[in-house]
Nanobody, 114 residues
Framework: VHYVESGGGLVQPGGSLRLSCVAS????????MSWYRQAPGKERELVAR????????YYVDSVKGRFTVSRDNAKNTVYLQMNSLKPEDTAVYYC????????WGQGTQVTVSS
């Protein structure tokens, strides 16, 4: 099982980024997927979830209305569109199956700073 996250970078407050995560080694279309983040000195936290079909999503309160999770089962890929970014969104972002399979990927760094 592998998760490869990409799309992070340095962005100014109010900016946008789109993260991607390609998963392999399991039946992607049969699993819900989740995005997590870990800021320096803090615990890893759940950011968003999406069901296997993509029909239902969940967001932590701090990102509601700003982040959108989506998936393309044909490409074994889950996305996180992040708009109106704030400095407190700075973290390493990870994806993983909601019912956890395999180890964490390397993550992708998101830095929101002017």
């Amino acid at each position: 099982v592998h998760y490869v996250e990409s799309g992070g970078g340095l962005v100014q407050p109010g900016g946008s980024l789109r993260l991607s995560c390609v998963a392999s080694g399991f039946s992607f279309s049969g699993y819900g997927m989740s995005w997590y983040r870990q800021a320096p000195g803090k615990e890893r936290e759940l950011v968003a979830r999406i069901t296997s079909s993509g029909s239902s999503t969940y967001y932590v309160d701090s990102v509601k209305g700003r982040f959108t999770v989506s998936r393309d089962n044909a490409k074994n890929t889950v996305y996180l569109q992040m708009n109106s970014l704030k400095p407190e969104d700075t973290a390493v972002y990870y994806c993983r199956s909601t019912a956890p399979i395999g180890s964490w990927g390397q993550g992708t760094q998101v830095t929101v700073s002017s």
